[in-house]
């Protein structure tokens, strides 16, 4: 398989991989209606090894992609009238995917039986050319009537239409339009920096609604049924752009249902009316397949109804030979031991694994993250440093007390991100910050968290304060990239550790810093940060970002990782505690509303 991608990147980035055609795909061709059922997942993340704990106490396999193919294969045989459909985000997000890019995710999820697919924003985190790899390797088709070439054409397939029990199902698949500004952007643009794709509603909403019902009309005549196979999500930021799947359904007519991702929402079924006052049933199953697949029932006389299934025993052996020989690579490459830890690392409020509160809150993972990029580019490249990002989102999981390994520290960097250099001006660091803290003292009620920015900060070598009293005047475009920031700032107080004197010192707006983070912030435009554009590169590809997280781990004295024993103990008056989940008071919340519950 392998072999066969790089033949084809070669000459898949100046393809479109729509179709010519849109034949009807029969699933089962019936005289009369039947019950149909259709399972879906989303945002998988490539999380193939999900483990549970028993009555016992011990840690067992939970639900993965073998069990949802051995059931799916199951009912195809007894009952026929099946498929299976996927919502997006399936390559990326956990070491499994990251290893080889997600060419072996491709593989199982063809092994697995899948019928269908849309192209979630983080399914472009390998690249433009890996994602029509992607597309080409993959049994199934993806399709999206909102992703398009800048001259208007599809880059898929809008729709396609399936001959199942009797009916006509059309799906409409749709992207979110903050795919460009969530994955990276330049790999959107040409080598002049000129956006080359775009996705409808990236610059206006009504784009999005317009390019749905569109494709809706087109193919409504044709079809029984018409349902959306989306990654849009019902998401803060979404809803503040007017571009979830709950906007959508209010802004069309025409759909039947929406099957959803994105937003890692737990959705078992919710009825949205349309523009023109009818049920859409909207249904999404949350992440990581945490709580179970989805399944929808279309009766022989037109009722539509969905449920999460959890708890099955069925398996399929080929897809769990193919999972059990990823998951074995993984831990031969990076297995090996490399320290001991103290205290957990913590991406989650302690106790809580529902708030993600390192994209909202200050946490020692933040900390700990931030500071081997400080302490790799000053004191194992002797090279000077004076602050170095990470952004919350790019922490993907903690790390519990007691060994680690190279496959810990991939784990929570899996993305394969290149650390850099630059010089930059004060103010382009206040005003990434500014970005990222946007959210702050926001509440997802849903998910009983607070609100979300995966662009929120971590700085080693920099504290500051965020005012929650001061409203958020960050101005963007219409596809969410950096413009200005328009009235008073929510951060105050930004201070930089300065080496010699061994003290903080107010950040001077005019004067170039050293900066080091991950080229997906500091040259990628990664979560809209423009500001960095026209900045000077000191250094590229110093090193991978898990790669320099681990090499700070190894570099604790006897390799236990706790507050005595850091790396950056010679630094006097260096805020750093890696033994405390919330971090040392790098960044203080001040008048906040929503407290932690």
Not at 140 to 157: M, R
Not at 453 to 472: E, Q, R, S, T
Request: with cysteine.
């Amino acid at each position: 398989m392998k072999k066969i991608f790089g033949i084809v990147l070669g000459v898949l980035s100046v393809l479109t991989l729509a179709s010519c055609g849109n034949d009807v795909i029969v699933i089962n061709e019936c005289s009369e209606r039947e019950d149909i059922k259709i399972l879906y997942t989303n945002d998988i993340h490539s999380y193939i090894a999900n483990t549970t704990k028993d009555k016992e106490g011990n840690e067992v396999a939970a639900l993965r992609l073998n069990n949802i193919a051995g059931y799916y294969k199951k009912l195809k045989n007894d009952f026929k009238n099946v498929m299976l459909v996927d919502a997006g985000d399936e390559v990326q997000g956990a070491i499994y995917g990251a290893i080889d890019r997600g060419v072996d995710m491709i593989n199982i999820m063809n092994n697995v039986g899948y019928d269908l697919a849309c192209p979630g924003n983080h399914d472009f985190d390998y690249g433009m050319d890996a994602f029509k790899g992607f597309v080409q390797e993959a049994n199934y088709p993806y399709i999206s009537c909102n992703f398009k070439e800048s001259n208007g054409k599809n880059v898929l397939d809008a729709y396609k239409i399936f001959e199942i029990g009797g009916a006509k199902i059309g799906f409409v698949g749709i992207s979110t339009p903050s795919t460009i500004i969530t994955s990276t952007p330049t790999f959107f643009q040409n080598s002049k920096g000129e956006f080359i794709y775009t996705f409808d509603g990236q610059y206006k909403k009504e784009d999005l609604y317009n390019s749905v019902q569109e494709t809706v009309d087109e193919i409504k005549n044709k079809v029984d049924y018409v349902i959306a196979l989306g990654h849009l999500g019902v998401g803060i930021d979404e809803q503040k752009l007017g571009i979830t799947s709950i906007d959508v359904i209010n802004n069309t007519t025409g759909l039947d249902a929406f099957i959803d991702g994105h937003s890692h929402t737990l959705m078992e079924k919710k009825i949205v009316k349309s523009k023109d006052d009818k049920d859409v049933v909207l249904t999404q199953t949350g992440f990581y397949l945490e709580s179970g697949f989805g399944v929808m029932d279309i009766t022989k006389d037109g009722n539509i109804n969905t449920t999460l299934v959890n708890n099955i025993e069925d398996k399929d052996d080929n897809v769990k030979n193919l999972e059990d020989a990823l998951i074995d690579k993984v831990n031969n490459q990076l297995g090996q031991k490399i320290a001991t830890l103290d205290k957990n690392l913590y991406i989650m409020t302690p106790g809580n694994d529902r708030q993600r509160i390192v994209r909202a809150r200050e946490t020692n993972m933040g900390n700990i993250a931030s500071d081997s990029i400080y302490w790799y580019i000053n004191e194992l490249k002797k090279l000077d440093c004076d602050i170095a990002f990470v952004n919350g989102g790019g922490l993907r999981t903690g790390i519990d007390a007691g060994d680690v390994t190279y496959l810990s520290c991939k784990s929570v960097m899996p993305f394969g991100n290149q650390i850099c250099l630059i010089k930059t001006k004060g103010i382009n660091i206040k005003n990434a910050i500014e970005m990222g803290v946007n959210v702050v003292d926001g509440w997802n009620d849903e998910w009983n968290s607070p609100a979300e920015n995966g662009g929120f900060i971590h700085a080693a070598g920099l504290k500051y304060d965020v005012d929650c009293n001061v409203p958020c005047h960050v101005k963007t475009d219409n596809s969410g990239m950096f413009v200005s920031v328009d009235g008073e700032y929510r951060v105050k107080n930004l201070m930089v550790y300065n080496k010699n004197t061994k003290e903080y010192e107010p950040l001077d707006d005019n004067k170039e810093y050293l900066l080091g983070g991950i080229n997906y912030l500091l040259r990628n435009q990664g979560n809209g940060l423009t500001m960095f554009n026209d900045s000077e590169l000191v250094l590229d590809y110093i090193d991978e970002d898990y790669t320099v997280f681990a090499k700070y781990f190894m570099a604790f004295d006897n390799t236990k990782i706790n507050n005595q024993n850091s790396p950056l103990k010679g630094y006097i008056n260096y805020l750093y505690d890696y033994e405390n989940p919330y971090g040392s008071n790098r960044i203080n919340i001040l008048n906040l509303k929503h407290s932690l519950s």
